[in-house]
């Protein structure tokens, strides 16, 4: 941390006071490990860690900081792949962490919704719901870490999407408190509502730039009664559409779920895991991993109209091979494959990783457009694609020539091969962020590439709800000037 100004020992002493011994520090080891985000790309500083225990307490910390004209930025698990939840580097911010506000306040199984604090753990949720004979759609690797405030704060999507959808559509209600410290309360659910704007949707997806989420409302659907996990050996991502279409036609509403992923990435993740193993013999040049629950069927019959759809797509030379997963074990084990593939690439050396989306059908012809494009412009580089064939999420990582020195290539060629890719999925008709936010990472990009009507209204409405410019400034709004 640097050297503390006057104003800033008054406004420390001001937040300790506040916050008491629990809700504030300013202790260097007590700050280090949330000043580096999870990718190891950006690091900063801050001139403490605040971490409220109620909404109460977050207004007026915010009125404090507004005072003292003190930066905020927010942070939930700190689990984002955009930098969007790190400081800068001045040391004038500081970290607002919602770990503290961790209760589920209530659970109406009959509405079928919850009221979730910020700092709830998406697992932890999960298994609350569970619980109570429920669940809520909505699920992703890092669901250990990642918080409800985050998610929302940056419109997860995650494995679901395609039955479901994204973050957006899990949110009935929002409390938020935003830049001057007044608390917008709408967690109250309400199925018709017409008084203008909604304005819990401006929240959601804005990365903590116009208020900091600290409660929701959130849907939940009942516990399915029937699940059917199959593993799927593909020739080519053309066959995994065609695919995706045959199943969505024979199992309807029960499919949630059609991950896509080449061969690289499975090798990749059996490399890094010492006791995973290949679900299939041999090898295929591209794997899919199906999905399918349903609440008024039971497992057998689920896996059976499962391996009759299957069966048919292989009869048409759609699959070279399948398996679906006898238990709920081995149907874990699956999805852990497909959990781990942005940590086995990552181990593998540098790499730009690129959460992207273009149109649903486009997806493969993307894919085959592209990577080779980058690897014949970028000598050395391996592209490596996959993600959500449901919904167009590209995981797209390009890897780095054999020998490329971590953290310097990222910050070379890496950066040219980021703005190539945004490029050309700008070309076609997609957007530089699916799922992961624009955070620090992409904010120049956006600020390049965005409809500039559209980079107008995100400017306008930041100023009119953050005049400071005090909430986690640097992130999302590209040239944002007070």
């Not at 709408?186 to 903590?208: C, M, W, Y």
Request: net charge negative; hydrophobic share 45%.
């Amino acid at each position: 941390m640097t050297e503390l100004t006057t104003q800033s020992k008054t406004f420390a002493s001001e937040a300790a006071e506040l916050l008491g011994p629990k809700g504030w520090t300013t202790i260097a080891d007590d700050l280090e490990p949330w000043l580096t985000d999870w990718r190891g790309r950006y690091s900063g500083a801050a001139l403490g860690l605040a971490s409220p225990s109620s909404t109460q307490e977050v207004a007026e910390l915010v009125k404090l900081c507004a005072k003292r004209s003190v930066p905020i930025v927010p942070q939930g698990g700190n689990s984002g792949m955009a930098g969007g939840a790190t400081p800068d580097a001045s040391g004038s911010s500081i970290l607002l962490s919602l770990r503290r506000m961790n209760a589920i306040r209530e659970l109406d199984a009959g509405a079928g919704q919850a009221v979730c604090e910020a700092g709830v753990i998406l697992q932890t949720f999960h298994d609350a719901a569970a619980a109570a004979d429920l669940r809520f759609p909505l699920t992703l690797g890092g669901k250990g870490s990642a918080t409800v405030g985050g998610l929302i704060s940056t419109n997860a999507g995650g494995t679901q999407v395609l039955r479901h959808g994204t973050m957006r559509a899990q949110v009935l209600g929002i409390e938020a408190v935003l830049a001057d410290g007044s608390i917008f309360s709408a967690l109250t659910v309400l199925k018709k509502d017409n008084r203008g704007f909604d304005l819990k949707q401006l929240l959601i997806g804005s990365e903590g730039t116009l208020g900091i989420v600290t409660a929701a409302t959130l849907r939940l659907l009942p516990a399915p009664r029937a699940r059917a996990t199959a593993w799927v050996g593909l020739g080519s991502i053309i066959d995994a559409r065609s695919l995706l279409h045959r199943m969505d036609r024979a199992l309807g509403d029960t499919l949630e779920g059609f991950e896509v992923m080449p061969d690289h990435c499975l090798a990749s993740v059996l490399s890094h895991l010492p006791h995973a193993r290949s679900p299939l013999g041999g090898q295929h040049s591209w794997n899919a991993l199906i999905e399918c629950v349903a609440i008024d069927s039971d497992d057998a019959a689920l896996r059976e109209k499962l391996e009759l759809a299957l069966g048919e797509a292989a009869e048409d030379g759609l699959l070279s091979d399948a398996v679906i997963a006898s238990n709920e074990r081995q149907a874990e084990d699956f999805w852990t494959l497909r959990d781990s593939i942005s940590a086995a690439e990552r181990a593998l050396g540098p790499a730009m990783q690129h959460d992207i989306s273009v149109p649903v059908e486009k997806m493969p012809e993307f894919i085959l457009a592209a990577s080779p494009a980058i690897e014949a412009q970028f000598a050395g580089t391996r592209a490596v694609a996959f993600g959500h064939l449901g919904d167009g999420n590209v995981h797209f990582h390009i890897l780095a020539p054999k020998g490329a020195v971590p953290g310097e290539w990222e910050e070379a060629q890496g950066k040219d091969v980021s703005a190539r890719v945004y490029d050309l999925v700008t070309e076609w008709g997609g957007s530089i962020s699916a799922e992961h936010g624009i955070g620090q990472m992409k904010v120049d990009e956006l600020g390049r590439l965005a409809d500039p009507t559209a980079l107008l209204i995100m400017r306008n409405i930041k100023q009119a709800l953050d005049p400071q410019s005090l909430l986690n400034p640097g992130k999302l709004v590209p040239n944002h000037k007070c």
